[in-house]
């Protein structure tokens, strides 16, 4: 069974659920595997469109075709390889992410995703999910097949994790969950 990682953290932007990794490949490395919509659709998900228009369609890829359906995702800020912020608000709830890469002393990449808390009921799902697609991520920079990183080895198995930080959410962030 996969270890939760994720932690809750306070940004400007707001109460974020924060997820760490380290990379053994270089930052451009990494940015291309989060940003090329061909390398991101081995792990994730793919977008079409063009950026400069401040906005990109986004279709996730990873859980199966039924959930195929591309997603506006407007871009706050880009800067690559360093930064990239996304906002969207679709039917099935508003996303406000931040990726972040510094290359470590040693040379290799830590990530950090900042995913902004919109939504306190929805973190119970969203922490195991950003696992699994971060473990899909890291499998492939390591050459394997992200198909082996199996969903059902995290949820529900993650969800008491998440459901803690989900209570002990600052009470501003937590006044709608009961």
């Given at each position: 069974m996969?270890?939760?990682?994720?932690?809750?953290?306070?940004r400007?932007?707001g109460?974020?659920?924060?997820?760490t990794?380290?990379?053994?490949d270089?930052?451009?490395?990494v940015?291309?595997?989060v940003?090329?919509?061909?390398?991101?659709?081995?792990?994730?998900?793919f977008?079409?469109?063009?950026?400069?228009?401040?906005?990109?369609?986004?279709?996730?890829?990873a859980?199966g075709?039924?959930n195929?359906?591309?997603?506006?995702?407007?871009?706050?800020?880009c800067?690559?390889?360093?930064?990239?912020?996304?906002?969207?608000?679709?039917?099935?709830?508003?996303?406000?992410?931040?990726?972040e890469?510094?290359?470590?002393?040693t040379?290799?990449t830590?990530?950090?995703?900042?995913?902004i808390?919109?939504?306190?009921?929805?973190?119970?799902?969203?922490?195991?999910?950003?696992e699994?697609?971060?473990d899909?991520?890291s499998t492939?920079?390591?050459?394997?097949?992200?198909?082996d990183v199996?969903?059902d080895?995290?949820?529900?198995?993650?969800?008491?994790?998440?459901?803690?930080?989900?209570?002990s959410?600052?009470?501003?962030?937590?006044?709608?969950?009961?």
């Open positions: 996969p270890i939760p990682t994720g932690f809750h953290r306070v400007p932007e109460s974020a659920l924060v997820f990794r380290t990379f053994k270089s930052m451009t490395e940015w291309a595997s940003t090329d919509p061909e390398r991101s659709a081995h792990w994730f998900g977008w079409t469109g063009d950026p400069a228009d401040g906005f990109v369609m986004f279709t996730m890829n859980e075709e039924e195929a359906t591309p997603l506006r995702y407007d871009l706050k800020r800067e690559p390889p360093r930064v990239l912020h996304v906002t969207s608000d679709t039917d099935f709830g508003s996303w406000n992410l931040i990726v890469l510094e290359k470590s002393a040379g290799d830590h990530f950090t995703l900042n995913h808390i919109t939504d306190p009921e929805s973190v119970p799902s969203i922490g195991p999910g950003w699994y697609y971060l899909r991520l492939y920079l390591r050459g394997r097949n992200p198909d199996l969903w080895d995290y949820y529900p198995a993650l969800e008491r994790h998440y459901v803690a930080i989900q209570q959410l600052p009470r501003e962030d937590a006044s709608s969950v009961q």
